[in-house]
Nanobody, 124 residues
């Protein structure tokens, strides 16, 4: 089992940047494929980015491709989401998730553990 805690959210103007951090504790962090999801008010939770066990592979939603970068540092039990060129439509609660499955996972049902979320608000 792993516990996940996100940080780094906040208020930023359109065009700005934020870096989200997700720190895991418990069982070996490198055993988990990781992902970021987000949920805007009144909308369903949606996939943002995923990364494989040792970071060799990444995958992004079309809406963030070229602007967001997911990475991980297993020595620090941490996964990051660097968000550049932010848009008002990126406003949401961002969640970090861990999966016992291998690979690049884009569906929330494949993830076993979730953080509490961190709010990102992008003003126009």
């Amino acid at each position: 089992q792993v516990q996940l805690v996100e940080s780094g959210g906040g208020l930023v103007q359109a065009g700005g940047s934020l870096r989200l951090t997700c720190t895991g504790s418990g069982r070996s962090f490198s055993s988990y494929a990781m992902g970021w999801f987000r949920q805007a008010p009144g909308k369903e939770r949606e996939f943002v980015a995923a990364i494989t066990l040792i970071g060799g592979g990444t995958y992004y939603a079309d809406s963030v491709k070229g602007r967001f970068t997911i990475s991980r540092d297993n020595a620090k039990n941490t996964v990051y989401l660097q968000m550049n060129s932010l848009k008002p439509e990126d406003t949401a609660v961002y969640y970090c998730a861990a999966s016992n499955w291998a690979g690049l996972l884009t569906t929330s049902g494949r993830y076993n553990y979730w953080g509490q979320g961190t709010q990102v608000t992008v003003s126009s």
